[in-house]
């Protein structure tokens, strides 16, 4: 294969350089493209076909349903590893030995607390505020009690920030959750495991010990290493292009907390309960919705199908559907939505809409049922989600920024008015 595209624009040929990545994808290098042609550049909404950086960190393949973290499927880091094990690996680069692990843990428990002074901040919440609002400002928040900068050539002071935010950030998750329930706001205990602290901070009754439940525990564990990373998806780009102006790591991870609130992205595996939670309560009638789906003058989307990237199963679905077959039965539960949302997948992938669309259940279809069975209220699948992104996100952003990738500033195709002089207001 050439090692250049080449371009003609008005009987001119420019060349640009072809680079391959690792997986032997290809990319077309046009770093130059607007100086060599005079000033052609290109537009591309949504960056559909546009890459914006060069990573190492997470590799998927939409075609073929392929998802690795730093060249490990996610198929055996879910059934393998545990989630601090894949948040070292994101963030390291490698899986930790034993001493690394154990040194990442309780360098992250000597940072698990936050200033009393945040409380004050979230008690001026209404109960009625969704809990992406207040995640979102809480972590922005955590940049007055934590005000230096982080200077990225440090290693030492880039690892100070990692676990500082790996500690905080789980007690900002519990305590968004119940002060929604009126729950006093419960700190854990040190002697937890990482993925059993949170768990007892958003569940701890004050009257009564908490019990640990390995099956909860296996279940968050899982689904938070399913949601760690996804290379440039909508909320991971916001982190790094809010890093790119050298915002702080904090506030760079409350803009991604932002943007993963979006129903078309994190904010889906709520409204997928919401959805099947209607077909429940409209007697199960999926074909209803399947048509609803299929109509473009219905702004209704079949929440948790579809995927940018995806073009097959996404892999992290497939093992999400087979973990909630085994929670809701280990748990004893009996969701009549997990069967609603089996006979929803079943008919879409047999529908010529959905099929010629390539339009698989992603992420967020089925993982909603695993945290309702788990005692989460839908209101905070979407923080669950962010609780997972988090090393992801601290990642990429420690990438791009010791990359010393440029700020990012994309520019545009101008389609709107030419020059025109100034009209005064008795003239228009
Ligand atoms: C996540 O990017 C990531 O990696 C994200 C994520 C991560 O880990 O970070 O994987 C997490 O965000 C998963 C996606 C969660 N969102 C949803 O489940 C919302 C429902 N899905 C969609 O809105 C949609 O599929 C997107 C937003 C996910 C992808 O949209 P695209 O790539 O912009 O595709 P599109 O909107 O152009 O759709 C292509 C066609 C259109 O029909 P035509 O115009 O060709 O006739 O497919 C149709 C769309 O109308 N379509 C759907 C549909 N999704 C796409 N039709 C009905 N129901 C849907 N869900």
């Avoid at 250049?4 to 040929?13: C, D, H, R, S, W």
């Avoid at 916001?238 to 609130?261: D, K, N, P, Q």
Wanted: hydrophobic letters at 40%; glycine letters at 8%; aromatic letters at 10%.
């Amino acid at each position: 294969m050439s090692d250049k595209a080449t371009l003609e624009i008005n009987g001119k040929k420019y060349e640009f350089p072809l680079v391959t990545g690792t997986e032997n994808e290809v990319a077309i290098d046009i770093k130059t493209l607007r100086g060599v042609t005079g000033g052609v550049t290109t537009v591309d909404p949504g960056y559909k076909n546009t890459g914006s950086c060069e990573s190492a960190i997470t590799f998927l393949d939409g075609e073929k349903g392929i998802l690795r973290y730093r060249g490990y499927s996610i198929e055996e880091l879910a059934e393998k590893a545990d989630f601090l094990e894949v948040a070292y690996l994101l963030i390291f680069g490698e899986l930790p030995n034993q001493e690394e692990l154990d040194k990442f843990h309780s360098d992250i428990k000597k940072h698990a607390v936050v200033d009393d002074d945040i409380k004050k901040i979230l008690d001026a919440f209404p109960k009625s505020a969704h809990p992406m609002g207040v995640l979102a400002s809480l972590t922005s928040a955590l940049t007055a009690f934590n005000p230096t900068s982080v200077n990225v050539d440090s290693e030492e002071e880039m690892y100070n920030a990692i676990v500082r935010i790996l500690g905080k950030f789980p007690i900002l998750v519990a305590w968004t959750m119940r002060k929604k329930q009126g729950m006093p706001l419960d700190y854990g205990s040190s002697s937890l495991g990482y993925v059993e602290n949170i768990l007892q901070m958003m569940f701890k009754r004050p009257d009564e010990d908490y019990t640990q439940s390995k099956i909860l525990v296996n279940a968050l564990d899982k689904l938070l290493i399913l949601h760690a990373d996804h290379e440039q998806n909508c909320s991971t780009s916001t982190v790094r292009i809010t890093g790119s102006s050298h915002a702080g790591l904090f506030v760079s991870l409350s803009a991604g907390i932002s943007a993963l609130w979006g129903p078309l992205h994190g904010g889906a595996n709520q409204a997928v309960l919401e959805m099947l939670e209607a077909i429940k309560e409209d007697g199960g009638d999926t074909k209803k919705y399947m048509a609803k789906a299929k109509d473009k003058s219905d702004p209704f989307r079949l929440m948790g199908f579809g995927h940018r990237v995806y073009k097959n199963f996404d892999p992290r679905a497939k093992i999400i559907k087979v973990a909630a077959d085994e929670v809701l039965s280990d748990l004893g539960v009996d969701d009549p939505i997990l069967d609603i949302a089996k006979g929803l997948e079943k008919e879409a992938l047999e529908d010529p809409y959905f099929v010629d669309r390539k339009l698989y259940p992603n992420v967020d279809f089925y993982s909603g049922i695993i945290y309702r069975a788990m005692g989460i209220p839908v209101e905070m699948f979407t923080v669950m989600f962010a609780l997972g992104r988090l090393p992801g996100w601290i990642a990429q952003w420690k990438e791009m920024r010791t990359r010393k990738e440029p700020i990012g500033r994309p520019r545009q195709l101008y389609i709107g008015e030419t020059y025109r002089p100034f009209k005064s207001i008795d003239k228009r």
